[in-house]
């Protein structure tokens, strides 16, 4: 199976404005609903999410806390545009994984659901090139209700902007709850997961990465793909070698995603939805709400269970 044509550039290109109002009315539905404390609690722990540089060095990120009740409009603005990017990076790096048969995809700690947007803009070019592409089913699995209401409004909206998206993947109901509760995850699932790990988590990285080799072993997934920082590639490493008897096919390299620059729609609605509570507009925005960096700086773990993809490919092992 092979990449992506060059046409999905330009496909995407065409509608790249309307994806970034999609993202503003998402973001203004889910505002209106909020007050200005918590507007302004869920915008300052969004921000301990970036990295800071200090004195020329890059500090890893901090958690935020996803509990807060204005976390997923947010991380809108934020976050879904980068992940977005990301996600399609990925997807689209694993031809033979996602565009050859059906599969029960599960996505753990899906959030706004980044990587179902990135999935269903692929699929939805897939069909309007009349390239044959499998109907996923798709759950999304996240403990914080708030990032699934905005993962709700988001896909509402991506549904306007991409009238056929419900042919091209099966959207199931999402599932608020923990990873590490037993029996949610769907047997014989292909498990993604991006920048799900916390820094906590990977603070606790061997007992991490055992809990989600257990959740995979236990619930018979077929795969697991995640992907997230350079930083936090620790819980991935320690997971490789959990997995006993699983193939490592993880990309070597990501693949360029077209869709970058800035979202300017959803700087307005921040902006308009602070104005309207009386708070002030963060001057970070224009800088930070975008679709990502060309080329994304995330890395990839894909790894199969042998008897589920016997006669795949092996790729060289990169997460050693
Ligand atoms: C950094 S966000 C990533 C969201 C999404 N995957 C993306 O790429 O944009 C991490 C998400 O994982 C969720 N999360 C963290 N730990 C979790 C856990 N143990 N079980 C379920 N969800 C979890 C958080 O609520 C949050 O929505």
């Known amino acids: 199976m092979k990449a992506l044509p060059n046409t999905f550039g330009h496909w995407l290109l065409t509608r790249k404005q309307r994806l970034d109002e999609a993202c503003a009315a998402a973001f203004r539905s889910g505002a209106d609903r909020l007050s200005a404390a918590e507007l302004k609690a869920a915008n300052l722990s969004m921000k301990s999410l970036y990295a800071a540089c200090d004195a020329d060095r890059y500090t890893c990120g901090g958690d935020c806390d996803y509990a807060l009740a204005g976390a997923g409009v947010m991380y809108t603005g934020h976050f879904h545009g980068k992940r977005v990017h990301d996600s399609m990076a990925v997807l689209e790096t694993l031809p033979d994984m996602f565009r050859t048969k059906e599969l029960h995809i599960c996505d ?3 959030g706004s659901g980044a990587a179902l947007w990135a999935w269903a803009l692929i699929a939805c070019y897939l069909r309007d090139i009349k390239t044959e592409c499998p109907v996923h089913n798709w759950t999304s699995i996240d403990s914080s209700p708030c990032m699934l209401e905005q993962n709700e409004r988001l896909w509402l909206e991506l549904c306007k902007v991409l009238p056929d998206v419900q042919k091209v993947v099966s959207r199931q109901v999402p599932i608020c709850t923990d990873w590490r509760t037993q ?3 769907p047997t014989g699932a292909v498990v993604i997961g ?3 790990f916390s820094r906590e988590d990977s603070t606790r990285h061997t007992r991490t990465a055992r809990a989600f080799a257990s959740t995979l072993q236990d619930s018979g997934a077929a795969a697991v793909v995640l992907w997230t920082a350079e930083s936090k590639t620790i819980v991935m490493r320690r997971l490789i070698r959990q997995l006993k008897g699983w193939d490592d096919q993880s990309p070597k390299n990501l693949a360029k995603c077209p869709l970058d620059g800035r979202m300017l729609q959803c700087i307005y609605a921040a902006q308009s939805a602070f104005r309207s509570v009386a708070l002030p507009i963060d001057t970070d925005w224009p800088q930070r709400y975008n679709w990502g960096s060309y080329p994304t ?3 990839a773990l894909a790894m199969v269970r042998k008897d589920q993809y016997p006669e ?8 050693k």
Do not use: D, F, N, W
């Open 108 to 110: 753990v700690g899906a």
């Open 183 to 185: 029996h949610t995850i």
């Open 194 to 196: 991006g920048y799900l």
């Open 297 to 299: 700086k995330a890395t």
């Open 312 to 319: 795949s490919s092996v790729l060289e092992p990169v997460m």
